[in-house]
């Protein structure tokens, strides 16, 4: 099978022939349709969390896919060959599998099925970003009336994100330079960093504070803009957290977010999509062959909305 792997440690990712990997107790294999790119996959392929969970190679790049059960493994009952599913590579060790291929195992706990008012592009798109999002947002408990601030609003968790919070009535401060679609998705106001240090544009508007914080953006705990939030407010994070320290002396309360895409999370997010209730927000469709370059710009931080990988497969 065709896929976008590892070949070794240090080596760059590459398209090239693999064996179709074999189906295995608890787990399912597809027939890839669609896979979505997310920021863990740059962090994987470069070998950033090798020192958390052991990796193994040749490493097939990617977590999130969509497609036709081929088979399934013991102990597998809630999809059969033939079915249309989605789902995800949960972080497991070995870190090995992944869906940019042409053939994927996943977990069965993280396999649901597609809902017929879906496609392929839109389902494979949900998985980490959608669950990522909802646990975010639970983190800080946010509820009709507050203010909350996304920080990296651009990107696929953001996207789900900022609709999740306004369904709740919360007035949502987006970061982010394309204002129109973030405004399309329920942002309030968009900041744009380019303007200037985000805490301090948040703040010339709301000089209280906003009552939480979603951080999505940056590799250095200095970026998350903690002055932004009031005294007694939330923080939720998926990049590098602030410490114990910063967020005493900010007076706020951190949770860093580590997402689980199981099926009981994403199967309610599908039904959601397909009845129209949350928007999935493709900003690019490409075809394997463009996937590095598409990474590159999800590394870049340019991508806007979920980049999908189609397969003709």
Do not use: W
């Not at 979505?36 to 996959?41: G, I, S, T, Y």
């Not at 509820?143 to 601030?149: I, K």
């Amino acid at each position: 099978m065709r896929a976008l792997h590892v070949p070794a440690a240090g080596e760059k990712p590459q398209i090239g022939e693999l064996p179709t990997p074999p189906v295995t107790d608890g787990a399912v294999l597809i027939r890839v349709k669609a896979a979505a790119l997310n920021p863990v996959d740059n962090a994987i392929a470069a070998g950033y969390l090798a020192g958390m969970l052991p990796h193994e190679y040749p490493l097939v790049v990617g977590r999130d896919a969509a497609g036709v059960v081929e088979a399934v493994g013991a102990g597998v009952e809630h999809v059969k060959p033939g079915d249309e599913v989605f789902g995800h590579v949960l972080m497991a060790p070995p870190v090995q599998a992944g869906t940019l291929a042409e053939y994927a195992v996943l977990p069965a706990a993280a396999v649901a099925l597609k809902p017929a008012g879906l496609d392929f592009v839109q389902t494979a798109a949900l998985p980490l970003a959608a669950a990522s999002a909802v646990q975010a947002v639970d983190a800080i408990d946010a509820q009709s009336g507050e203010t909350v601030l996304v920080n990296g609003a651009s990107g696929g968790v953001g996207s789900y994100a900022v609709q999740l919070l306004a369904a709740r009535g919360v007035t949502v401060i987006a970061t982010g330079a394309d204002t129109a679609r973030l405004t399309g998705l329920g942002a309030t106001t968009v900041v744009d960093r380019a303007a200037g240090p985000v805490a301090e544009q948040v703040l010339a508007a709301h000089p209280g504070g906003v009552d939480a914080l979603i951080n999505l953006f940056g590799n250095d705990p200095a970026d998350v803009p903690l002055a932004a939030v009031r005294q007694g407010g939330k923080v939720s994070t998926l990049t590098q957290a602030p410490d114990a320290e910063a967020a005493t002396a900010a007076g706020v309360t951190v949770t860093p977010i580590m997402a689980s895409p199981v099926r009981e999370v994403t199967g309610p997010l599908a039904e959601q999509a397909a009845g129209g209730a949350l928007k999935v927000d493709v900003g690019a469709v490409i075809t394997l062959d463009q996937a590095a370059d598409g990474l590159a710009t999800i590394a870049a931080g340019q991508a806007k909305g979920k980049t999908v990988v189609i397969l003709d497969n």
